[in-house]
């Protein structure tokens, strides 16, 4: 496994758009922020062009998106890229990139959500280490969250456990400045739906927003079956982040995906926090998850702290990765090797 240079001060974070762009106010507002948060702490900035443009759910078309993504790269004064915001349609740009710029000049990528597509694909077929985290705007926050300083310590190479959050944001505030901070107002409520009391696996962890995951599975752009055999020994923890498949959706996701193969030598899954479990038969979340993956007798943790619903934890795609849960306590580590 590759892992690209970790961050240093005076390095140059780059910030694109390779799904949706910014235009709501607000956000920019945000926007500007976090890249005055990053200056704040060393760091200099580089923002794409098509950044602050959107055109129905794009923030240009797909070919520009794949050159500017590609122009970070190769850029040799940037050591970090992050992604300006989710959205739907990043999947159409995936023929238009040259992966050759990329698999040569491997730098730290991060997003969450309809980023899931290029972080998954450098890390399976390339081998290089992404990073499962929040989107740029985030880092905009007038006073950041643990979460964000703990993101930051993992991409300047510091080696710290990450444990859990005490509360989560349920619902989130209207923004008025553009820079308010989450509102946490829930606590957190792992909840291990297998035999399991307690838990501790090791693996290597892989995963993503299940719903852009879909799309990818048994494509061109699937190499998962390679990938696991080339870590077989080490097994796999698979992370699902559920943006807006029903339970009905989630069952026939993962069943795909279990048909496909992806599931063999897996160790453990965590499922994230999803807005809403709605099901047109009442089918519950651990009924559903119990039906497609019970057979692999492996635990299966939900409510877990990434995804779209923050605070999130820094997972780094390809990382060995230890995760302990005792009476809603976690401690989450990760290793580059």
Known sequence: MIYPKHISKNDTIGITAPSDGVTDN???KRLDHAKINWKEKGYFVLETPSVRKSY???SANSLCQAKELES???NKEVTYIIAAAGGDFLIEMLSEINWNKLEKNPKWFQGYSDITSINYILTTTYDIATVYASNCKDFGMNSWHSSLENNLK???GKKIIQTNFDLYEKEAKT???GLEDYNLDTPVNYQIITKEKEITMTGRIIGGCIDC???LCGTKFDHTKKFLEKYKEDGFIWYFDNAELTIE???RALWQLKQNGWFKYVKGFLFGRMFQETSYYNISLKDALLRILEEYQVPIITNMDFGHIPPRIT??????STIQIHQNQMKFQMEEK
């Open 213 to 215: 995951l879909i799309s």
């Open 154 to 156: 993992i991409i300047e």
């Open 315 to 320: 997972i780094i795609n390809g990382s060995m």
């Open 72 to 74: 970070l790269f190769e």
């Open 175 to 177: 923004m008025i400045t």
């Open 249 to 251: 959706g989630l069952i």
């Open 56 to 58: 129905a759910g794009k």
């Open 26 to 28: 607000l956000k920019l």
